[in-house]
């Protein structure tokens, strides 16, 4: 049981917008930023979003980044089959003093 | 660039130990904020624990289901980061990458390495 929550899975088809949700608490992302990773078939994660809403150079602007309160998103618009991978919300937790993720979604597109 | 090659993994037996090996290059380990992350087959990323950086203290914390079991250290000559594992148990069956903060922007596990499995089974 992950610490923060996301769906299992998402999909979409190509060009269309889909948005992953993590939820957490008050020790969490109530409290501090959240940060976003990728990970492809049998490779390494990536750092797609930092700062809640931060790209780092070389993400390409179809990523997007938002918080509110204990909730986090993120945005995939234009989606295309290479975005197909599973992603990752994480955060530093106050109460647990270390960095906590979620469970993660498996992005489909169709 | 940096680049960071884990080894060490393998097979052992519940109880058992292993070492792991993070070697570094592009930057130095006792310089950059540096932790342990794995992940169970199928499943999601679990943090294990971190060093921070020498001006920052160079102290170390780790997760709750490692703590007391598994200690993180350093080798500034080498430049490589270990993370030795006592007491293992097979629910710490998983990849074991070594990831470390950015240089350039204020984030955790920027780099990551490729990952080396570790198997616990008797």
């Known amino acids: 049981q992950s610490v923060l929550t996301q769906p299992p899975s998402a999909s979409g088809t190509p060009g269309q917008r889909v948005t992953i949700s993590c939820s957490g608490s008050s020790s969490n992302i109530g409290s501090n930023y959240v940060y976003w990773y990728q990970q492809l078939p049998g490779t390494a994660p990536k750092l797609l979003i930092y700062s809640n809403n931060q790209r780092p150079s070389g993400v390409p602007d179809r990523f997007s980044g938002s918080k509110s309160g204990t909730s986090a998103s993120l945005a995939i618009r234009g989606l295309r089959s290479e975005d197909e991978a599973d992603y990752y919300c994480?955060?530093?937790?106050?109460?647990?003093?270390?960095?906590?993720f979620g469970g993660g979604t498996k992005l489909t597109v169709l | 660039e940096v680049q960071l090659v884990e080894s060490g993994g393998g097979l052992a037996k519940p109880g058992g130990s292993l070492r792991l090996s993070c070697a570094a290059s592009g930057l130095s380990v006792s310089n950059a904020w540096m932790s342990w992350v794995r992940q169970a087959p199928g499943k999601g990323l679990e943090w294990v624990g971190r060093f921070k950086s020498e001006t920052d203290g160079g102290t170390i914390d780790y997760a709750a289901p490692v703590k007391g079991r598994f200690t993180i250290s350093r080798d500034d000559s080498k430049n490589t980061l270990y993370l030795q594992m006592n007491s293992l148990k097979t629910e710490d069956t998983a990849v074991y990458y070594c990831t470390t903060h950015s240089l350039v922007v204020p984030a955790p596990f920027d780099y990551w390495g490729q990952g080396t499995l570790v198997t616990v089974s008797s």
């Open positions: 994480a955060a530093w937790d106050d109460s647990l003093s270390g960095w906590v």
